[in-house]
C-alpha cells in the first residue's frame, strides 16, 4: 500500500493551506446544495400508510411523534429473509444521540416491510434504540426506496403530511460518520476506486454487523 511523500513541516504546512482553500470551497459548495434542497417543492401525502411499533399501529402523522419534520430510514429487512443488511446496519450505528434531533423539530425512526417479529430481537441483537416500525411494502415503493434502501424526509403542517426529499445510492454516504472520518485519513476506505495502491476491496465489501468483525 502507497504511503504519502515525506516532507519537511514547511512543505507539510504549504500543502496543508493549498489543500484548505479547495475544502472550504468544497464546504460553500455543500452549503449551496442544503440551500437548494431546502427549496425544493414537496407533494402532500394522500394514503393513509399505517405502520406498527411497540406501541400499536401508527399513522403516517403519529411518527412525527409531535414534531413538525420526519426522517425515516428505509431498513433492508424483509419479511421471511434472514439476511441482515450490513450497509444498513452500518447506517443505524451511526446514528447519534436522537435528543439533538429533537432539538430542532426532528424526528427520525426506521421503517421496514419485515413484521415486528424479526425486527424486534435484530434491533435488540445490535443495541439500538432509534424508533423502527414495520411498514408496508407499499410504502417503501411511493417513497422510492422498493426493495431498497433510501432516506425520505417529511414535513408537518398541521394535520397534513408533506415529502420533501429522497436520496439513495452514495447519497446515503452523507451521514455515515464512519467513511467521514476515514475520508480523514492518508489511507482512506482503502477500496479500489480511490487512488492506486490505498486498496482492492469493492465499495462497502468491508462492512460487517459490528458484532461480526
Known sequence: MSLPNVVSA??????????????????????????????????EITK?????????TRSMADLFDGRRQLIVYHFMMFAGD??????????????????????????LVLASPAPR??????????????PWYTGTQE????CG???????????????????????TGRGGEFVLATLRWLDLT?????EAWEEAGHGDSAPGSWWRLHDEY
Open 10 to 43: 514547511r512543505e507539510w504546512q504549504a500543502a496543508r493551506d493549498e489543500l484548505l482553500v479547495k475544502e472550504k470551497a468544497a464546504t460553500r459548495a455543500l452549503d449551496a446544495l442544503g440551500a437548494e434542497r431546502r427549496r425544493l417543492p414537496m407533494v
Open 186 to 190: 492518508p489511507l482512506g476506505r482503502q
Open 82 to 107: 434472514d439476511h441482515r443488511c450490513p450497509g444498513c446496519s452500518l447506517l443505524v450505528d451511526n446514528i447519534a444521540d436522537l435528543a439533538h434531533l429533537h432539538a430542532r423539530d426532528t424526528t
Open 117 to 130: 417479529s424479526e425486527i424486534e430481537p435484530f434491533r435488540q441483537r445490535m443495541g439500538w434504540t432509534v
Open 145 to 167: 426506496s422498493g426493495r431498497g434502501f433510501g432516506i425520505s424526509v417529511f414535513l408537518r403542517d398541521g394535520e397534513r403530511v408533506y415529502r420533501t426529499y429522497f436520496t
Open 48 to 56: 393513509d400508510y399505517r405502520f406498527e411499533g411497540p406501541d400499536g
Open 139 to 142: 410504502f417503501a415503493d411511493d
